[in-house]
């Protein structure tokens, strides 16, 4: 969000003659204490964003790193889904490095304190980081697609996923060029650019006023609409086959009537250490990865849905200010301030979340016999700490 000029925010002050003068030295000292003090010092609810801000920051880094580390570690969870997470986690911890410090201060400072070149690397990067989270979630989407409603139609192997997310970065890093072209650093007040970095402001520059609507329409309808309508049609194909009646390989009243082999053996008057039938052992086996399907995708979706979710504030407001050109003219400044620093948050706020979804509802169960692992979570926090 641009930062807007503070009352009285002027260096030079007209005379009569129509030009001019500048202000004595120790004026400008005054203003900038006085801007610091009452204008870009953090105000109580600043924060409480500082601290959530640092919340995201730890669980983020922390929760990625996990879920990265549980798969190296861990030759049996190197699958083709897990190697989409990794990938998706990885962009996470990107956007979290790297572009989430520079966030938070642009957001509590209004100020772009970092210089020309980085104003275009960590846009570039933050958009890089989007492209392949919404691109890793839509290979998700397909793979599951292929896998459970049309198995016979296309195998995945993990060879052609990790040439897949070669392929999502490759395309990522080459889509979002014209971002770091058109962003620029200047400064609202030029006259103390050589004596502060206050005020200064990193946004596009654009040659013509159609261009930014071009883009902006596109970049919404590409990486947030369309994949997500997409991937909405794919999740509801896949929940039909797993939880409808064409469970594919079984049906569902063979499901619901079937029980443990020891259940069987005991009812059958023989004890539980005998061992079921190669038909039982086939079916236990079917069943196993049907429930395991299930809870893969239950996983899945929850983390499109939490995405969603996320970006959408930050996608409609930059719609909104980009194409419609609204908030220009804003008579109530603080509440589209408070609005833009929210949806930043959130941004933030889906890369912590992910790990936890990951954890808590994914298929991994695996149970260390290490003491010091404890018995939950069963997920990648524990295939990661205690493999």
């Avoid at 870009?40 to 640092?54: D, G, M, N, S």
């Amino acid at each position: 969000m641009e930062p807007s000029t503070a009352p009285g925010a002027q260096t030079e002050v007209p005379t009569g003659s129509g030009e001019a003068s500048r202000v004595p030295p120790d004026y400008e000292d005054e203003f900038l204490r006085y801007l610091w003090r009452d204008y870009l010092y953090p105000k109580q609810y600043e924060w409480v964003l500082i601290a959530a801000y640092v919340a995201v920051f730890l669980v983020a880094l922390v929760g990625n790193t996990l879920v990265c580390l549980a798969v190296w570690r861990n030759h049996h969870m190197r699958t083709v889904t897990n190697y989409f997470i990794v990938n998706l986690s990885l962009a996470d911890v990107l956007v979290t490095a790297i572009c989430l410090p520079a966030s938070l201060l642009v957001d509590i400072t209004e100020s772009w304190l970092f210089g020309h070149a980085l104003c275009k690397v960590i846009p570039y990067l933050q958009a890089v980081s989007v492209s392949v989270a919404v691109l890793t979630l839509s290979f998700i989407a397909l793979d599951r697609w292929y896998a459970i409603c049309h198995p016979l139609l296309f195998k995945s192997t993990a060879r052609r996923a990790r040439g897949s997310i070669l392929g999502i970065w490759a395309v990522s890093l080459a889509v979002m060029v014209p971002q770091a072209a058109v962003m620029e650093c200047s400064s609202v007040l030029p006259e103390l650019a050589n004596r502060t970095r206050l005020f200064s402001v990193c946004d596009e520059r654009w040659a013509d006023d159609l261009y930014p609507k071009i883009y902006h329409s596109c970049f919404f309808i590409v990486t947030y609409l369309a994949p997500l309508g997409l991937m909405a049609m794919a999740y509801f194909q896949i929940f039909r086959k797993l939880w409808g009646r064409q469970i594919p390989g079984t049906t569902l009243a063979l499901v619901r009537n079937w029980k443990r082999p020891s259940d069987q053996l005991e009812d059958q008057g023989q004890g539980p250490s005998a061992q079921p039938q190669p038909r039982a052992r086939a079916f236990l086996a079917e069943v196993k990865q049907m429930r395991a399907r299930r809870k893969t995708a239950k996983m899945l979706m929850v983390v499109l849905l939490v995405f969603a979710l996320c970006y959408l504030p930050i996608s409609v407001l930059n719609v909104l200010k980009r194409v419609f050109g609204m908030f220009r003219q804003a008579s109530d400044r603080e509440a589209v301030y408070a609005c833009f620093t929210f949806s930043h948050w959130l941004v933030y706020a889906n890369s912590a979340a992910n790990p936890i979804i990951y954890n808590f509802l994914s298929g991994t169960e695996e149970k260390s016999p290490a003491l010091l692992c404890p018995p939950w979570p069963h997920g990648y926090l524990a295939a990661a700490l205690c493999s």
